[in-house]
């Protein structure tokens, strides 16, 4: 039996460590697929039961992931038409969430060329500040808090000239942020994460001020949803807090960087990730 990781290999190291010692100790077969190198006239040989698991999430990494699945290819995925739907993003496709009732922060899903529409738009979030969110990048860059229409006006301007995808939504003061990690139907590690001094992003940079923290029993059941929504059974789940400890879902992560929560607390999130998967198949 083999976990095969598709990921670039000079990426995510600790992911990868993690993995493969939690392979090494099920004597599982460890390989990592580069979309980089992945050659489409001789693809490797995935037998029944083996485990695949899609670390990267560039669009390569999908198209490889996509070529590679098979029905009998043991996944996190729920069911097997979820799984080569991969190019939309989970952890942006927000609308997902909001239908279920699941409480986002207002949104507004793509960037109206129409001045009026904007002013319209800030409306609805309830005024400025706003923030914009360019989507494709972690650590909170691309999180940007703005105070006025020509600030506004003027990035938006920018995004739309250099093609870059974005939301719009409603400014929520945070207090602290919950990163909660889901497998299956439960929250299997957690922890908080608070904005440093003169930041309002509480997970900006790559040394945040993070923390362990068990979340009371509403945020846990909020990830758990957040994640059977986007019909994947292992996600990271981001939850925002504000000062009346109002709750809010930023967003579901799949894959996600587990590794800085498994180092923090020391729960084996990749044991039992493989565990799992190892469930699936029996």
Do not use: W
Request: aromatic share 10%.
């Amino acid at each position: 039996m083999t976990l095969f990781c598709i990921t670039y290999p000079e990426k995510n190291r600790n992911i990868l460590r993690y993995l493969r010692e939690a392979c090494d100790k099920r004597k599982i077969d460890f390989k990592i697929i580069s979309p980089d190198e992945f050659d489409y006239t001789a693809p490797p040989e995935i037998a029944p039961g083996d485990l695949v698991y899609r670390v990267s999430i560039s669009s390569d990494a999908m198209s490889v992931e996509n070529f590679l699945l098979r029905e009998d290819t043991i996944t996190f995925y729920s069911n097997f038409d979820r799984a080569l739907s991969t190019y939309a993003y989970y952890h942006y496709d927000f609308s997902v969430h909001a239908k279920a009732g699941l409480p986002i922060p207002k949104t507004i899903y793509h960037l109206p060329k129409n001045r009026d529409l904007l002013r319209r738009a800030v409306d609805y979030l309830g005024g400025f500040p706003v923030i914009v969110k360019v989507l494709g990048a972690s650590h909170g860059v691309g999180v940007m808090k703005v105070d006025t229409y020509s600030s506004l006006f003027s990035m938006v301007d920018f995004l739309r000239r250099h093609k870059q995808d974005a939301v719009i939504r409603q400014y929520i003061d945070v207090v602290k942020s919950a990163r909660l990690v889901v497998l299956g139907d439960k929250v299997i590690d957690s922890i908080e994460y608070t904005a440093p001094e003169g930041d309002f992003r509480s997970n900006a940079g790559h040394k945040p001020n993070v923390a362990v923290k068990e979340f009371s029993e509403e945020i846990r059941e909020t990830a758990v949803r957040a994640v059977a929504e986007c019909k994947v059974e292992f996600g990271g789940v981001d939850i925002l807090v504000d000062k009346a400890e109002n709750i809010y879902l930023a967003e579901v992560n799949f894959p996600c960087n587990f590794a800085r929560a498994q180092a923090l607390t020391g729960v084996d999130i990749a044991g039992l990730m493989l565990d799992y998967l190892l469930g699936k198949r029996d």
